[in-house]
């Protein structure tokens, strides 16, 4: 793809399947997180690389508080040392980090290790990583629709901006699914009205680079019509 629609792109990725990898090498499910996290490092390196605009990765769904809580609290101290330990390397490639969802209920200390996080990395011009903890997409467009002020005046970029808390929010253009699962999980429900959706078998550590690529080749063969016909159809 041309870098200048890259730069324009917002890639969502529902990270799944690190249980079953970890399963099919008798591994623990810890073990299965962890190298979850190794895919994220390089697949936001090449995320940069490749030019992309916007990079979400779905990291912990607020329905994920259900799972048992040795799970849980190994995640979140997953999510907590990646957020200390890749800020430097996140200054140095460009990335800006936000981090979305709900931030009340997370574990002591990690609120304000994201805000140091997304402080730090406040500059980054190359590529605007989101990562999703304690996230809800319907729990979004709930929390936006207790905002409205002015219920005639509203117009969808202003509904945007109230979920998103960007002033140019971005639809997601290309969302993919890894290990086979073929559903949104609840995961930036208003962003994907016309996202194109990417399903792969891959599980999430064995997805890298070449697994991103494809998705995005696959994705620059998309006919993205938004509802309307293409030209040549067009009378
Ligand atoms: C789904 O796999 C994965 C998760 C619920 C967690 C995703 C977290 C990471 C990849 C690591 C931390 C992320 C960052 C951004 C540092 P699953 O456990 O549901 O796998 P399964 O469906 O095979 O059981």
């Known amino acids: 793809m041309q870098s200048n629609l890259l730069s324009k792109l917002h890639v969502g990725i529902i990270m799944d399947g690190n249980g079953r990898w970890a399963q099919a090498r008798g591994l623990s499910r810890g073990r299965g997180h962890e190298a979850g996290v190794e895919t994220v490092q390089q697949v936001v390196e090449a995320a940069v690389d490749q030019g992309i605009g916007t990079l979400s990765l779905y990291a912990f769904s607020s329905d994920n508080w259900r799972r048992p809580s040795a799970e849980v609290a190994l995640l979140m101290r997953l999510l907590s040392r990646y957020l200390r330990s890749e800020v430097a390397k996140l200054v140095e490639n460009g990335v800006r980090l936000k981090v979305i969802g709900r931030r009340d209920r997370l574990p002591g200390g990690m609120a304000a290790e994201i805000t140091r996080a997304e402080t730090a990395t406040a500059s980054g011009t190359k590529l605007d990583l989101r990562i999703a903890i304690d996230y809800s997409g319907r729990d979004a467009i709930l929390q936006a629709a207790s905002r409205i002020s002015c219920p005639d005046d509203l117009t969808r ?14 639809d997601v253009d290309l969302l993919i699914r890894t290990s086979g699962e073929q559903r949104l999980s609840d995961f930036m429900l208003w962003e994907c009205a016309y996202a194109e959706l990417y399903f792969t078998d891959c599980l999430w ?7 991103l690529q494809a998705a995005l080749q696959e994705f620059s063969r998309r006919d993205r019509r938004f509802g309307a016909l293409v030209a040549s159809t067009a009378a």
């Open 157 to 170: 970029d202003g509904f945007a901006r109230l979920i998103t808390g960007e002033l140019e929010a971005r």
């Open 205 to 211: 550590p064995d997805f890298g680079p070449a697994q």
